[in-house]
């Protein structure tokens, strides 16, 4: 994602300018950023409730243990989601600065 963000951004530089490059940089940056460090901080939050659950609430097949793995699996599979839509807003936003590009 970092590779084709740079791309984009490169390719398009006489179109977005220094401040329409920087702007475009940061957003994407601190959006993924903020949204890996979330998923960090919910598994953390994760990870001291089952440590101090007891041994016995917290063996396989608990419903702890289930409702632990689910929202393990949730995070997850947000993150993937993420990544998915920053790949689309990216080709879409390479097709738009493509048409501006030929418009000039």
Same mark, same amino acid.
């Given at each position: 994602? @970092?590779?084709f963000t740079? /791309?984009?951004i &490169?390719r398009?530089?006489? $179109? +977005?300018?220094f401040?329409? $490059?920087?702007?475009?940089a940061?957003? @994407?940056?601190?959006?993924s950023f /903020?949204?890996w460090w979330?998923?960090?901080? /919910? &598994?953390?939050k994760m990870?001291?409730?089952y440590?101090t659950?007891?041994?016995?609430q917290s063996?396989?097949g608990s $419903? &702890?243990d289930?409702v632990l793995r689910?929202?393990?699996?949730s @995070?997850t599979? +947000? %993150?993937y /989601?993420?990544f998915?839509m920053v790949?689309v807003?990216l080709?879409?936003?390479?097709? +738009? %600065?493509?048409?501006?590009?030929?418009?000039?």
């Amino acid at each position: 994602m @970092i590779l084709f963000t740079t /791309y984009i951004i &490169l390719r398009h530089f006489q $179109t +977005l300018g220094f401040s329409g $490059t920087v702007l475009l940089a940061v957003f @994407i940056g601190v959006q993924s950023f /903020y949204q890996w460090w979330r998923a960090v901080i /919910y &598994l953390r939050k994760m990870r001291v409730l089952y440590a101090t659950a007891g041994f016995e609430q917290s063996g396989d097949g608990s $419903t &702890l243990d289930i409702v632990l793995r689910l929202a393990a699996r949730s @995070i997850t599979d +947000l %993150l993937y /989601y993420h990544f998915g839509m920053v790949i689309v807003c990216l080709v879409l936003s390479d097709v +738009l %600065l493509f048409r501006i590009d030929g418009l000039k």
